[in-house]
């Protein structure tokens, strides 16, 4: 189609130039892509194929060097390489340009001759003998089994993509030096557990044995504990949901099953499968604020939005045959004008908001109307609420199902004012950053309550007292041993009531924190010096310290008045400056705090 010319184009200037640059040799580890990232600010260092040994921030431009970073730029340059084989395999089929076609075969048969001598290691860690040594499982090309699981993904798209004019033969050594030990060697004996990994392992293990009629590989997939079925059945909460709290990752796992179910046999073994996937994408799309921005608390990646994940709705078009929902929902979301901020890692390939997977499996472009307006909606199998109105949407975590990604957030908010965003949730830098676990994943860094400056250390559901289109209540006990929480949200066109209880029979130092968006506006004539005392638990990255003397109402600016907010009368006020992400930016932030045992704050926002 004539739309489409320039990201062919994009397509084929991107394919040549990698491969023109693209080396790779089997002595060279793959590190943890985690690593890949400045530990000053958290910001992403630049993949560049011509700079193995040089990795600049793309933040502060620090030029880091060093073993962590060059196998993290090995296992980066392979895993584009894998995506690059991809586009190379449709640019063939597109254009019937030999040169697509040869440069796809050539690295899938070099990976698969040189298989035996990539060396078995997890992360950093060679000579090992348990493949489950990580939760992220052990690797060879790549550094863990996920991403070798995401590799065996690409491989078989790519086949499938090449069909017949791939010679039988080079196909037979694919299969037999590459993908058998892969999958029987390293992959099936990983599946141990209900996760995000596992579903990555067990799809890319289903879709080999699809593809090749492999019963033995299929039989991995659909037998025992941590079958695929039972990562659906035990992975997806109620309100259809990851589990481990994530929008990312519940996008994530969505990619590994979609990337299953394009083929016709695993789609009609998975037939009920299937619907849990659909609902999926529904829940998720209810889950975003109206301004198709995504809450996003817990471990993944900041500033997403449904335009992020826009590829799964284009491969679920697929699977469900163009069902009349989830073309809706791609309308509404490609006719957003919100920038599209991609994941930090392995990210798909995306010519502006058009993925790959869009010319792959949905390039038809059917006329469709939008979807529906949403509505206030309780996930609470999931411990997330969200309520909204014309102008309002707040969305509440008031729990865990477990550790998995956790972040120590109990009871935290995020809102938008007339689709703008007012407080949000920071997500995290790369794991491997010392930002992250240092702020991003500390209770300070949330909208939540922090008692004698320590991190929140309960990971177990809270409970829904009472909800409706416009209030939430909810609690959850034993935040920190003997101390519980309770917190009531009520909006309105005109008001946002925010009650927060703290129960103790104990005396402590509690502080409600608040992180603004925008501007706070303060008299400097009400600014005296002050201090928070606490020197970790991310307070000593608190910046600007300052205690307001008598003020109680604090205007919030973002570009225009947002907000009004008025504060209790008994509590102490400090304003400063905290941490964004990345952490080269800052936000404001305003602390209450109070002490004793039981105390309540209340806050109200006239909008």
């Not at 490609?334 to 798909?348: F, G, K, N, V, W």
Request: hydrophobic share 35%; glycine share 6%.
């Amino acid at each position: 189609m004539e739309k489409y010319r320039d990201m062919i184009l994009d397509m084929e200037q991107g394919v040549t130039h990698f491969f023109e640059h693209f080396q790779d040799s089997p002595d060279l580890l793959s590190g943890w892509g985690q690593n890949y990232f400045c530990e000053t600010d958290g910001g992403k260092l630049l993949f560049k194929l011509d700079r193995p040994k040089h990795h600049k921030c793309e933040i502060c431009n620090h030029d880091y060097t060093g073993k962590k970073y060059d196998d993290a730029w090995v296992y980066l340059n392979r895993l584009q390489s894998f995506i690059e084989i991809v586009k190379s395999a449709y640019l063939y089929k597109q254009t019937h340009d030999e040169k697509y076609f040869n440069l796809a075969t050539k690295t899938l048969l070099y990976y698969a001759n040189n298989y035996a001598r990539f060396e078995l290691h997890v992360k950093d860690k060679v000579g090992i003998t348990d493949l489950t040594l990580d939760v992220g499982g052990a690797g060879k090309i790549m550094p863990q089994g996920l991403n070798e699981a995401y590799m065996l993904i690409k491989i078989i798209q790519a086949l499938a993509i090449l069909g017949e004019d791939f010679k039988v033969e080079d196909v037979e050594t694919i299969k037999e030096k590459l993908i058998r030990p892969a999958i029987e060697e390293l992959l099936a004996p990983q599946l141990v557990r209900i996760h995000n990994i596992a579903c990555w392992i067990s799809c890319a293990i289903a879709a080999a044995g699809f593809y090749f009629d492999e019963q033995k590989w299929i039989d991995y997939s659909f037998t025992g504990d941590f079958k695929l079925p039972n990562q659906l059945k035990d992975g997806v909460t109620k309100d259809y949901l990851w589990y481990e709290g994530s929008i990312h990752y519940h996008f994530f796992m969505l990619e590994s099953i979609l990337n299953l179910l394009v083929y016709p046999k695993a789609a009609a073994k998975l037939e009920n499968e299937k619907i849990i996937v659909k609902t999926m994408l529904k829940s998720a799309y209810q889950y975003a604020f109206d301004n198709i921005v995504f809450p996003n608390p817990n471990d993944g990646w900041p500033n997403i939005s449904l335009k992020t994940y826009l590829h799964s709705y284009h491969m679920a078009a697929k699977v469900f045959d163009g069902c009349d929902e989830i073309l809706k929902m791609i309308t509404s979301i490609e006719e957003s004008t919100i920038e599209r901020m991609p994941t930090q890692l392995a990210d798909p390939y995306y010519f502006n908001d058009w993925p790959l997977e869009k010319l792959l499996f949905n390039h038809a472009d059917a006329a469709c109307a939008k979807e529906g307006k949403r509505k206030s909606y309780l996930f609470e199998d999931s411990n997330f609420a969200m309520l909204r109105n014309d102008r309002v949407n707040l969305f509440m975590k008031f729990g865990h199902n477990g550790p998995s990604h956790a972040h120590p957030d109990k009871m935290t908010f995020e809102l938008t004012i007339d689709d703008k965003l007012v407080t949000r949730d920071l997500s995290n830098a790369g794991y491997g950053a010392d930002i992250c676990n240092e702020w991003h994943r500390v209770s300070a860094s949330h909208n939540t309550v922090v008692v004698d400056g320590k991190n929140h250390n309960n990971v177990e559901p809270g409970e829904v007292l009472s909800f409706t289109d416009h209030l939430i209540e909810a609690k959850c006990d034993h935040i920190y041993q003997g101390i519980n929480y309770k917190r009531r949200f009520e909006i309105s066109d005109a008001e946002i009531e925010d009650v927060f209880s703290i129960a103790s029979r104990e005396n402590h130092t509690y502080d409600y924190f608040l992180h603004i968006d925008g501007q706070i506006e303060v008299s400097e004539d009400e600014l005296i010096c002050g201090t928070l005392e606490y020197g970790e638990n991310g307070y000593q990255h608190l910046k600007n310290v300052k205690k307001v003397a008598n003020c109680k109402i604090f205007k919030v600016v973002s570009d225009s008045p947002v907000a009004e907010i008025s504060v209790d009368s008994d509590a102490e006020v400090f304003v400063c400056e905290t941490l964004d992400n990345p952490v080269t930016r800052c936000r404001q932030t305003i602390v209450l705090r109070k002490k004793g045992c039981c105390v309540d704050f209340n806050v109200t926002w006239k909008i």
